[in-house]
């Protein structure tokens, strides 16, 4: 009995993301590097924007705003709905690899966008920043994220 390939790739895609998110949970104690990375990027992307801040651990401290960067912040988790999402999908492992490649970077730079941001946003607005952090920029990963994986599908993913 051939099984369907929408809920094939539902199974796989459930499988692969439970196996990475399992696979994080017990890892993620020697993945703070990530953490204190992450912050200092952000330093470095305020220093560009001539914002002065200092990181302490993997807190980032600038005028008016303390940033602690956890796993959240540093788009691990996009990252994994995103390598589960190409490994799910009936194609090529060449094809496969190559969007994991290119992805990965682009979930992060637009991760180091989306902080730069926040930071813009919590110093100069406060009162937007919950807004901004929890519903804009969530909703533009998830976006971000359909899009690279239908756009991938549509022109490599060839089987």
Do not use: D
Request: with cysteine.
């Amino acid at each position: 009995m051939r099984i369907n390939p929408r809920i094939e790739f539902v199974l796989k895609f459930t499988g692969i993301t439970l196996g990475l998110f399992t696979l994080f949970f017990f890892t993620r104690n020697s993945l703070k590097f990530l953490l204190s990375g992450t912050a200092w990027i952000l330093k470095g992307l305020l220093f560009i924007f001539g914002i002065n801040s200092k990181v302490v651990g993997w807190t980032i401290v600038f005028p008016n705003v303390n940033f602690s960067v956890i796993y959240a912040c540093t788009a691990i988790f996009p990252i994994i709905i995103f390598i589960a999402a190409i490994m799910s999908y009936k194609a090529e492992l060449k094809s496969k690899g190559l969007a994991i490649l290119v992805g990965v970077p682009l979930i992060y730079l637009l991760n180091l966008l989306r902080l730069l941001v926040l930071s813009l946003v919590g110093m100069k607005f406060p009162s937007a920043f919950q807004f901004i952090h929890s519903f804009l920029w969530e909703s533009i990963f998830l976006i971000f994220i359909i899009l690279m994986f239908v756009f991938w599908v549509k022109k490599y993913a060839k089987e």
